[in-house]
């Protein structure tokens, strides 16, 4: 069974999830190339070996039909609408661009995500494909736990990105043109913040803060901070800093300048927005679970993949 501690957001996994009758894991990816035809190979073999039920996003398994050997009773899903209600994990195989898009899939389902590292950084995707093998055994003996990941979420304008009006990461406001800064004026919970003369803006949760508001010069939060981080990109006052707010706010964005559109971004979704439409952003009422192996932690994470501590002289 699955046990929540709410002050940390922490949920550990307190029994194998091989004592259930039929364990069903879903696999997600976006792109496959001849180098990672050994590692996906051993994924689905260590699965089947496990007597793991799987579904397949049918995309990906387009391109893997042709040089993985699947099991013959294998399913299917392509949208949020025919994804099992019995899936009890889901495999992530990618970057942290494919997590990010497992976003539409999984939704408000609290399906918990695992994601497998093809590529080189990968915050999110936390799993080297060199260690799938040990990754699955874990997961057969229940030794993980899973972090809830806070959402946020676009409050107004409604319908800009349809129903998929949420991010992992971070919404960004930019300047549509490049020959003008523009000006954004923040509010959180109604009080006047800044008006901040930039490129853009940046809200990133805590797992935005390793992303595009890090490279802005933003703080690292740990995963299960309750905040936003407000960071300006390319601000031109260089007294302005980024500023860390609750994630109980409400942020309102009020964009003026010489052009009539700019451009808006959830996680890999844009879309132009008229200056005369202000933005309402809140924490969604859900989050994302995020599978985290034993031995694992963030502060580990984060040395290892910005080579903290580093010395080039040793």
Same mark, same amino acid.
């Given at each position: ?73 294998? *399913? #299917?899903? !392509? @949208? ?10 889901? =495999?992530? %195989?990618? $970057? ?25 950084? *990968? #915050?999110? !995707? @936390? ?10 055994? =874990?997961? %057969?003996? $229940? ?172």
């Amino acid at each position: 069974m699955l046990k929540a501690n709410s002050s940390t957001g922490l949920i550990r996994n307190l029994a194998s999830i091989a004592q259930c009758n039929t364990m069903k894991i879903a696999l997600f990816g976006k792109n496959f190339d001849e180098q990672r035809v050994p590692f996906v190979k051993i994924m689905v073999e260590t699965l089947r070996q496990n007597h793991v039920d799987l579904v397949v996003y049918k995309p990906y398994f387009d391109m893997l039909k042709s040089e993985i050997d699947l099991p013959a009773n294998i *399913g #299917f899903f !392509s @949208s949020h609408d025919d994804i099992d209600e019995d899936v009890k994990m889901l =495999f992530s %195989i990618g $970057g942290d661009g494919t997590l990010l898009d497992v976003l539409p899939i999984i939704r408000e389902t609290g399906i918990p995500v695992l994601g497998i590292n093809m590529g080189r950084l *990968g #915050f999110l !995707s @936390s799993v080297s494909k060199q260690n799938i093998e040990q990754a699955i055994s =874990f997961i %057969i003996q $229940g030794r993980y736990s899973l972090i809830n990941r806070s959402l946020l979420q676009l409050e107004s304008p409604v319908g800009l990105f349809a129903d998929l009006n949420y991010a992992l990461n971070e919404l960004t406001v930019f300047r549509k043109e490049t020959t003008s800064l523009i000006v954004i004026n923040v509010f959180v919970d109604d009080a006047f913040v800044n008006a901040y003369w930039a490129d853009g803006l940046i809200i990133a949760t805590p797992t935005g803060s390793t992303a595009y508001s890090l490279s802005a010069g933003g703080p690292i939060l740990v995963p299960t901070a309750e905040n936003f981080v407000i960071t300006p990109i390319a601000t031109h006052n260089l007294s302005v800093r980024p500023i860390v707010i609750s994630d109980k706010s409400i942020i309102r964005l009020k964009v003026v300048g010489r052009h009539d559109k700019y451009t808006v971004s959830m996680d890999s979704r844009s879309a132009l927005i008229d200056q005369s439409v202000d933005i309402v952003i809140k924490k969604a009422d859900f989050g994302v679970k995020l599978v985290n192996m034993e031995g694992q932690d963030f502060f580990g994470t984060i040395r290892e993949k910005l080579l903290w501590g580093l010395d080039i002289r040793n």
